[in-house]
């Protein structure tokens, strides 16, 4: 059973970072895609970032491209999330979810993370 747990949210004033990482386990991830998705009071879900798990592409949302980095390390089955120069409307719920390359729907989903941003 893919389990998929967020860590690393918090409190953080405008300007600062902040590292979320994600701990997957229950299966290979190999033929997967790990992403981060966001989801801020009253507004709907949405795509933060992405990366392939063989090879490490990745790929971004426009409102967070040149601020934040997505990585993995295999080694570990560990994802992360580097988000840098954070601005208040980046406060939300995040969340890690996984995919199968085969497939355009993240099927598993972690419980989430706050991050909030003050100004």
């Known amino acids: 059973q893919v389990q998929l747990v967020e860590s690393g949210g918090g409190l953080v004033q405008a300007g600062g970072s902040l590292r979320l990482s994600c701990a997957a386990s229950?299966?290979?991830?190999?033929?997967?895609?790990m992403g981060w998705f966001r989801q801020a009071p009253g507004k709907e879900r949405e795509f933060v970032a992405s990366?392939?798990?063989?090879?490490?592409?990745?790929d971004y949302a426009d409102s967070v491209k040149g601020r934040f980095t997505v990585s993995r390390d295999t080694a570990k089955n560990m994802v992360s999330l580097q988000m840098n120069s954070l601005k208040p409307e980046d406060t939300a719920v995040y969340y890690c979810?996984?995919?199968?390359?085969?497939?355009?729907?993240?099927?598993?989903w972690g419980q989430g993370t706050q991050v909030t941003v003050s100004s």
């Open positions: 979810a996984a995919r199968e390359l085969a497939t355009m729907e993240f099927a598993y």
């Open positions: 229950g299966r290979s991830f190999r033929s997967y895609v």
């Open positions: 990366i392939r798990w063989t090879g490490g592409s990745t």
